[in-house]
């Protein structure tokens, strides 16, 4: 696991400034769930962290080292997309073997982190398949799968449950907890769910308009929203 730490980062494109400057520290470890309304920032976040978009300004340092100018690949990171984003011609057990793969490690090595990557998340039996012969949740289950693989020290997760239903999105609530335990990396979780912040969180960061509004536990933000656009992010009473 590693500290997340941004600095005066901001991104733009052309005029619209989609993230005003911004200065966040993530500690070692922690679960910090992301909040706000659509299109305030939260994905641009995600990615710029995540080295799939560019600053227009700041820095950006993982474990204490400077990523700002370092490949997606370099920085110890892992996304899990929303839309699950899986290679469709490939098997379950490919799509999860890919980033290994791709990072040219050594096949029995493969074999076995897929193997245990798996069976940890209950898709010992599906190895075989085609995304196409799964359902949402297992599809959600095998990208989690492959975001792991490598053991990334920072997790970083976009809304990952919003396709699925609302029992699932139970059971995957106690899934990540569980994850986050087992993995012991740093996770970073986007939602627009209020009981999903409430529970999985150690610290939530709402987001409005591009801004970082407030930081802190739930239950201090949810008590003591520091204005509107917080406790309705949160859920605080009016
Ligand atoms: P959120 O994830 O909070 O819904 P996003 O980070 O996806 O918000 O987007 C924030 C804003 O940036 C939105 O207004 C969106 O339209 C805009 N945006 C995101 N990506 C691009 C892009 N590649 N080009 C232009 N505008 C973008
Ligand atoms: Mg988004």
Redesign the pocket.
């Known amino acids: 696991m590693a500290s997340v730490s941004v600095s005066g980062l901001a991104k733009s494109?052309?005029d619209?400034h989609?993230?005003s400057p911004t200065d966040l520290t993530i500690e070692d470890g922690e679960f910090v769930v992301i909040v706000?309304?659509?299109?305030?920032?939260?994905?641009?976040?995600l990615?710029l962290i995540a080295g799939l978009e560019t600053p227009s300004a700041g820095r950006i340092a993982i474990g204490g080292r400077d990523v700002t100018d370092a490949a997606p690949a370099d920085r110890g990171v892992a996304m899990v997309f929303q839309s699950y984003a899986l290679y469709p011609h490939l098997t379950v057990a490919g799509n999860i073997a890919f980033p290994l793969k791709v990072a040219g490690r050594p096949k029995h090595e493969i074999a076995e982190r897929v193997a245990a990557v798996a069976a940890s998340l209950d898709l010992t039996d599906l190895l075989d398949r085609k995304p196409r012969a799964l359902s949402g949740g297992q599809r959600q289950r095998v990208s989690i799968a492959r975001a792991i693989v490598r053991q990334p020290k920072v997790l970083l997760l976009?809304e990952p449950l919003s396709n699925l239903d609302s029992e699932l999105r139970v059971r995957m609530r106690h899934e990540f907890a569980r994850l986050h335990q087992q993995l012991g990396a740093t996770m970073i979780y986007?939602t627009h769910d209020q009981l999903e912040a409430m529970t999985l969180a150690n610290r939530i960061v709402v987001?409005a308009k591009?801004r970082v509004e407030q930081v802190g536990a739930p239950l201090d933000l949810y008590a003591r929203p520091a204005n509107l656009a917080v406790a309705k992010a949160i859920g605080s009473p009016a």
């Open positions: 494109f052309g619209t989609v993230l706000g309304p659509s299109g305030c920032g939260k994905s641009t976040l990615r976009d986007v987001m591009g």
